[in-house]
């Protein structure tokens, strides 16, 4: 019994460990933005890097989304007769929803393994370690760029995610199913809110940006220098990210729809 008892205190011991370690990082990571932010070229540079990286299959995810989403909502709707509000439910089921989250979790995939990938190996050919000797720190030079580029990366992501799943929804509802286009489109300027609906969306996309940018940041920073350490991390990357994703956004819904 005493042996099980230890065993565990070790592993909660670690845990809390670790959470603080990562807590310090991130605080690093915040103070070190406003450094990162008057290298403006780096910053760019990486917002254009990790969006090209995702571009790709967010377009392909949100029309293969948007065409779903309006064949299943078409025949739940028709059922009850309000097959006219299915460019509404869509519409809000994106920008709410849909499009914030399925854009962090594959963002996490590919752009998120990337960072680690690419921070794992710079560690391990000790490009981090001759910045040090320079007297160059690593964390302002190399990740907080790549931090804010995720961050102002995500929303613009996110929005194209939940456009092209519109557009695809707009396709199967007016040019297969037959549901009159002026409506399709009315229907949603006089149901969806500019502000509490993709303002809020546009607002989680950010936070999830945060969550998943420092996640592959920290994994590529504190991995072991070898390979199958910086394998291990992108894996570490990729469940941590997802995990965390669907539990603020539990959180950030709960906080921002709960009220009429």
């Known amino acids: 019994m005493t042996v099980w008892i230890a065993a565990i205190g070790a592993l909660v011991l670690r845990w809390v460990t670790s959470l603080g370690h990562a807590a310090y990082f991130f605080a690093d990571l915040i103070r070190f ?69 399925v854009t962090a979790l594959l963002f996490a995939g590919r752009a998120g393994t990337s960072l680690t990938a690419e921070i794992g190996l710079m560690k391990a050919g000790e490009q981090l370690s001759a910045m040090e000797l320079m007297a160059i720190d690593p964390r302002a030079r190399v990740l907080a760029p790549r931090f804010i580029g995720g961050i102002v990366a995500m929303p613009i992501l996110a929005l194209l995610f ?69 394998a291990y991390a992108t894996t570490r990357t990729v469940v941590v990210s997802s995990l965390s994703v669907l539990g603020m956004d539990f959180i950030l819904t709960a906080l921002m729809f709960s009220t009429p």
């Open 162 to 230: 939940s456009t092209i799943g519109i557009i695809g929804a707009y396709i199967v509802a007016v040019l297969m199913i037959g549901i009159d286009p002026g409506n399709f489109w009315s229907i949603q300027q006089t149901g969806v809110d500019i502000w509490r609906d993709v303002g809020n969306g546009i607002v989680k996309s950010a936070v999830f940006g945060v969550i998943c940018t420092a996640v592959a940041l920290y994994q590529g920073y504190e991995t072991k220098a070898t390979p199958e350490g910086v």
């Open 33 to 101: 933005s406003p450094t990162a932010l008057r290298r403006f070229g780096l910053v760019v540079t990486q917002v254009h890097a990790i969006g090209n990286r995702s571009l790709v299959i967010i377009m392909a995810s949100g029309m293969a989304v948007g065409f779903v989403l309006a064949l299943q909502m078409y025949y739940a709707l028709v059922r009850y007769g309000a097959a006219e509000s299915l460019g509404l439910v869509v519409n809000l089921s994106l920008v709410r929803e849909l499009g914030p989250v």
